[in-house]
T-cell receptor
Framework: GENVEQHPSTLSVQEGDSAVIKCTYS??????FPWYKQELGKGPQLIID?????GEKKDQRIAVTLNKTAKHFSLHITETQPEDSAVYFC?????????????FGAGTQVVVTP | DARVTQTPRHKVTEMGQEVTMRCQPI?????VFWYRQTMMQGLELLAY????????DSGMPKDRFSAEMPDATLATLKIQPSEPRDSAVYFC?????????FGPGTRLTVT
């Protein structure tokens, strides 16, 4: 089955700086890579996703990059703000799983200090 | 804004009692997932349904957990009997093809 590793487990950044979270996956058959943001006491919120036929995708201050050869993908947050503080999860979905099952990383606690 | 709703949001119960958690998926979504989140294990997939049919419940302890989808607007997760180790946050998520959208969760405490 698919295995997703996520690094770092915690990330502290100054407001205005950039944050980068990296994930690696094991199965080259994976074709869909979402990122979720989870604030305290809430459910994970889908913030951006990328499919295997695309190398990069941006949405305002967040971007995701995918390197299929190396089997890793990253989340980039620019100009961080205190409201970006949360736990971020990456995930991967196998092409062979037509029902949409996701394998999640362990999460990254991001703290943005003013 | 279409959202997944879950009830109850919080549940405290004594060991041995039955617990039922409910989920209303987003209208039009045909896949429903149940997850459990703990500090130690992270997000674990318990079961999922496609067009109301159970596809995989291998993540659930079969002797005490059961998941059903009696109709397209309701999914249920039951624990009977509950144990302290079941204390966790239980999330329901719904989706169509790729994206999954999570509900706010049910925080379960079993004493």
């Amino acid at each position: 089955g698919e295995n997703v590793e996520q690094h770092p487990s915690t990330l502290s950044v100054q407001e205005g700086d950039s944050a980068v979270i990296k994930c690696t996956y094991s199965d080259s058959a994976s074709n869909y890579f979402p990122w979720y943001k989870q604030e305290l006491g809430k459910g994970p919120q889908l913030i951006i996703d990328i499919r295997s036929n695309v190398g990069e995708k941006k949405d305002q201050r967040i971007a995701v990059t995918l390197n299929k050869t190396a089997k890793h993908f990253s989340l980039h947050i620019t100009e961080t703000q205190p409201e970006d503080s949360a736990v971020y999860f990456c995930a991967a979905r196998l092409t062979t799983d037509s029902w949409g099952k996701l394998q999640f990383g362990a999460g990254t606690q991001v703290v943005v200090t003013p | 804004d279409a959202r997944v709703t879950q009830t109850p949001r919080h549940k405290v119960t004594e060991m041995g009692q039955e617990v039922t958690m409910r989920c209303q998926p987003i209208l039009g979504h045909n896949t429903v997932f149940w997850y459990r989140q703990t500090m130690m294990q992270g997000l674990e997939l318990l079961a999922y349904f496609r067009n109301r049919a159970p596809l995989d419940d291998s993540g659930m302890p079969k002797d005490r957990f059961s998941a059903e989808m009696p109709d397209a607007t309701l999914a249920t997760l039951k624990i009977q009997p509950s144990e302290p180790r079941d204390s966790a946050v239980y999330f329901c998520a719904s989706g169509h093809i790729y994206e999954q959208y999570f509900g706010p969760g049910t925080r379960l405490t079993v004493t």
